[in-house]
């Protein structure tokens, strides 16, 4: 059980770095939460530099897969501890908790971003096949449509639906589990989003040019 724990604990404190409050600080002196949605995560970032939008989401992403690794090695431990833990498990619970560590990260008094940068990262580890369906399928919609909020929100709740589909989840319930409440929170954390869409409110997403 301390092995579960100490997953948990390692993804959580891997997905809670906040990497675009803490660009956004270091090279424009601001904070990223005053600005735009007020969102630390890569679309808002984008919205003053895309520079740094990139890169806050390639580290976002970076870090829910070096969270589910961990999940990995700590599941390596644990098979020399004790009887022969299920792998899948561990990653599972090092995929929830990285996204959850990123949306409600104790550095921001838990207001984070919205999950779907790192749930790339821990994506890419755990359903590679089903990922790149869902990440051309998110380009499609904001191409058609311009709104990144609604690419996400459909590609979160078509994501366990394409990797049970294409049995992208190496046939582990936990895994499928996992997927599910990620998608669930993503469309949670996306609920002002909904309201503003379906007010016709909600902003398109155009690239400033900006100076970084």
């Given at each position: 059980?301390?092995?579960?724990?100490?997953?948990?604990?390692?993804?959580?404190?891997?997905?809670?770095?906040?990497?675009?409050?803490?660009?956004?600080?270091?090279?424009?002196?601001?904070?990223?939460?005053?600005?735009?949605?007020?969102?630390?995560?890569?679309?808002?970032?984008?919205?003053?530099?895309?520079?740094?939008?990139?890169?806050?989401?390639?580290?976002?992403?970076?870090?829910?897969?070096?969270?589910?690794?961990?999940?990995?090695?700590?599941?390596?431990?644990?098979?020399?501890?004790?009887?022969?833990?299920?792998?899948?498990?561990?990653?599972?619970?090092?995929?929830?908790?990285?996204?959850?560590?990123?949306?409600?990260?104790?550095?921001?008094?838990?207001?984070?971003?919205?999950?779907?940068?790192?749930?790339?990262?821990?994506?890419?580890?755990?359903?590679?096949?089903?990922?790149?369906?869902?990440?051309?399928?998110?380009?499609?919609?904001?191409?058609?449509?311009?709104?990144?909020?609604?690419?996400?929100?459909?590609?979160?709740?078509?994501?366990?639906?394409?990797?049970?589909a294409?049995?992208?989840?190496?046939?582990?319930?936990?895994?499928?589990?996992?997927?599910t409440?990620?998608?669930?929170?993503?469309?949670?954390?996306?609920?002002?989003?909904?309201?503003?869409?379906l007010?016709?409110?909600?902003?398109?997403?155009?690239?400033?040019?900006?100076?970084?």
């Amino acid at each position: 059980m301390s092995f579960y724990i100490a997953t948990a604990v390692v993804a959580y404190l891997l997905g809670s770095i906040p990497f675009g409050y803490i660009l956004v600080r270091a090279f424009r002196g601001r904070d990223i939460r005053a600005s735009g949605s007020g969102n630390i995560g890569a679309t808002n970032v984008a919205r003053s530099s895309p520079a740094l939008g990139a890169l806050t989401l390639l580290l976002d992403a970076t870090k829910g897969l070096l969270a589910v690794t961990a999940g990995s090695l700590l599941a390596i431990s644990a098979s020399r501890a004790a009887a022969r833990p299920p792998l899948y498990a561990f990653a599972a619970i090092a995929a929830l908790f990285a996204v959850v560590g990123h949306m409600f990260p104790m550095w921001l008094k838990f207001r984070g971003g919205k999950g779907v940068a790192t749930s790339v990262g821990v994506f890419l580890a755990l359903a590679p096949k089903t990922l790149l369906v869902a990440l051309a399928l998110f380009v499609a919609l904001v191409a058609v449509f311009r709104y990144v909020s609604l690419g996400s929100i459909i590609v979160a709740a078509a994501f366990p639906l394409i990797a049970y589909a294409l049995h992208d989840y190496h046939s582990s319930p936990a895994i499928l589990a996992a997927m599910t409440a990620i998608a669930v929170l993503i469309i949670l954390k996306h609920r002002e989003n909904i309201h503003r869409l379906l007010a016709g409110t909600e902003s398109r997403f155009v690239l400033k040019r900006t100076r970084t």
